[in-house]
């Protein structure tokens, strides 16, 4: 049987446990999030990505707006392939491209998340500012 401080040392080491599994599942997560924004930073694969909003379409589709060698926008393709932002399917000889809006829950989270911090953080430098000038108010 345990005693106090053997079950006090499991629980400490128990919470070890879970904050590893925390700090690797914020690394993984970081690791997806800093392709997506890579992958979001340039504006011809943004732009691919607002017309795959509309539909799926083909790689050919796709390039023609583009003033580029069709390898050098293949790359912008692979990119945003490998980040799990698009999907390519080859049917016959047409290579085609869709979205993966699952991919985009990842960022809307993250967003959402930093969007609810810095409300906090509004909302309490806005109670302080009131506090004060009740304060200052009161005083005069």
Not at 8 to 37: P, R, W
Not at 85 to 96: F, P, Y
């Amino acid at each position: 049987m345990l005693g106090a401080r053997g079950a006090e040392s499991k629980t400490l080491s128990s919470c070890a446990n879970y904050h590893m599994v925390i700090l690797s599942l914020m690394d993984y997560y970081s690791a997806q999030l800093d392709g997506i924004f890579l992958a979001l930073a340039d504006p011809t694969r943004r732009a691919v990505i607002n017309r795959l909003g509309t539909g799926p379409a083909s790689i050919s589709d796709l390039a023609r707006p583009f003033d580029m060698a069709l390898p050098s926008f293949m790359k912008h393709i692979h990119l945003l392939e490998e980040t799990g932002l698009i999907e390519t399917r080859k049917q016959g000889r047409v290579r085609t491209c869709t979205l993966e809006k699952k991919r985009f829950a990842l960022v809307e989270g993250w967003l959402s998340a930093q969007r609810a911090i810095w409300e906090a953080r509004t909302d309490r430098l806005e109670a302080f500012v009131t506090a004060t000038q009740s304060k200052e108010e009161k005083s005069q």
